[in-house]
Every structure is written in C-alpha cells, then in structure tokens.
C-alpha cells in the first residue's frame, strides 16, 4: 500500500491524508502522556481502546444527532475522519470537582458541583494548555460569543449523553475533555466535535468503589492503565477481540 501524507504527529495520535478530499486518517498510538509530557510511556494496547471506546461515543453522540467528525473505523488502530478546523480550545466540562480545579479551590475530590461547569483552555503546549476566560477567548478571535454559545450547548450535549452512558454501567463520569472543529458546508459553517472521547480525555470512577478507570491511573501510578480502559470497554461491551 502506498505510503500516506502524514499530517500532524500529536502525544497520543497522529493524522494523516484521508482517501478523499476533506477526510483524514486519524490513528491511535500506545504512548500515554501526562503533566504535558513531563512522563511518558507506551501502553500496550491503549491506542486500540481507545480507537473502538471513541467509535463508541461518536456514533452514540451522531446517533442523537450531536454532529462529530467521525466517520467510520477502519481497523483496530485507525478511523477515517471529517477534516475539521481545529479551534484552539479545550473544552472541559466538569460533574464532580476533581484534579486541577479540586486544587485550585482546595476541593476534595469527587465533592458535587451544583451544575456542570464549562472551561476552556487554550491549547499550547509550550505554555500547558492555560485556561482561559471567554474574554480572552473573543477578543484573541479563537471564538465568537455565537461559537462560544453554541460550544457550551453541544459540550451539555455531550455531557447528558456521556454521564448517562457511563451511569448505566455503573461508572461515574466526573468530567471530561472535548475539542472542537469547524467545517464548511456550502459556505454555512458548523461546529462540529472533533479529537477523541475516551479515558485518556475523561475521569471515570467506578460508582461503587470509587476505583479509577481512566488516564489519572497513569498519572499517578495506580496500577494498569490497560487494565483499566479494557474493564470500560469491557462494561460497555466494546471490548476489542485481540487486546
Ligand atoms: O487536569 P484537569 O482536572 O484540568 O482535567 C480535566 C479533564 O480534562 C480530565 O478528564 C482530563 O483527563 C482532561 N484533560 C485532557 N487533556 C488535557 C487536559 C485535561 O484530556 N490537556
């Protein structure tokens, strides 16, 4: 097979070429990052997790008529994709305080907030990813005060979807990561969710021991993060049959 264009090479997938004009190959590495690769490794099997646990959502989100780049799997590592234009954002909706906002305010961990609560970062590595207010966000120009408003209804969207999915099999969704991207149809421009949604992007605890099931098991060291992503994808049935 001929060798495709590579595109972008990110920490956890890289794009390449798609086979028609306006797609892309969007393909899922083993290697994990976290504390904007301060550490690093290779997971076995986490990039076909993820690839079938992202399939998963974006289909379940599609089907409820969340629009979202994807556009099929093509095998165990790859899916083929809408080339969006990416804003520059991290949208992080957030359930139950957790990580670095449980830090910021001296929360505990896993207290209820008492709405799901939106923000935004923006996305640079150099600077780690800083958030950000929608001030900056509209006088920068990465966004609109419509796009701004539009991204917070899909990302409540996505939120109900995803809390209730992960609800029915016993996982609590304490917050989560999605991005954004633009496409044009016919001069119209759309917001469309783009990237990834897995447990790299998600915290996921189980709703009756509490136990981790996502990315912060490897940022802190708590065991088998393949482990981990095969007993969501086990619970959802989307367990891939070779992994
Ligand atoms: O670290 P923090 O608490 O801000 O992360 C909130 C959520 O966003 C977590 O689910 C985390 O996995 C996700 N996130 C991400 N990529 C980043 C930053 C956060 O997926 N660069």
């Known amino acids: 097979m001929a060798r495709r264009k ?33 550490k690093r490794a290779t997971i076995e099997g986490k990039g076909v997790l993820n690839n079938r646990l992202s399939e998963f959502f974006m289909t379940g989100l599609g089907n409820i008529g969340v629009p979202t780049h994807f556009i099929k799997r093509l095998n165990m590592r790859e899916q083929l994709i809408r080339q969006v234009e990416i804003i520059p954002l991290e949208v992080i909706v957030r359930n139950f305080a957790a990580g670095s906002m449980a830090k910021r305010l001296g929360l505990e961990e896993g207290t209820p907030l008492p709405r799901p609560i939106i923000e935004f970062s923006y996305k640079d590595d150099a600077l780690g990813d800083p958030l950000v207010p929608e001030e900056y966000i509209i006088a920068f120009g990465w966004a609109s005060q419509q796009d701004l408003d539009d991204i917070v209804a899909l990302a409540l969207r996505v939120n109900d979807f995803m809390a209730g999915v992960m609800f029915a099999v016993g996982i609590k969704l304490v917050d989560f990561k ?46 088998s993060l393949t482990d981990a992503y095969t007993e969501v994808a086990r619970r959802l049935g989307v367990l891939p049959t070779n992994v």
């Open 6 to 38: 590579k595109l972008y090479e990110g920490k956890a997938k890289i794009l390449y070429e798609g086979p028609e004009p306006g797609t892309l190959v969007q393909y899922f590495k083993d290697d994990a990052t976290a504390f904007n690769a301060e």
């Open 178 to 223: 999605i991005e954004i991207g633009r496409v044009w149809d016919n001069d119209y421009m759309r917001l469309i969710l783009a990237d990834e949604i897995s447990p790299d992007s998600c915290r996921l605890w189980d709703i009756e021991t509490g136990q981790k099931l996502d990315k912060d098991v490897f940022r802190r060291d708590l065991g």
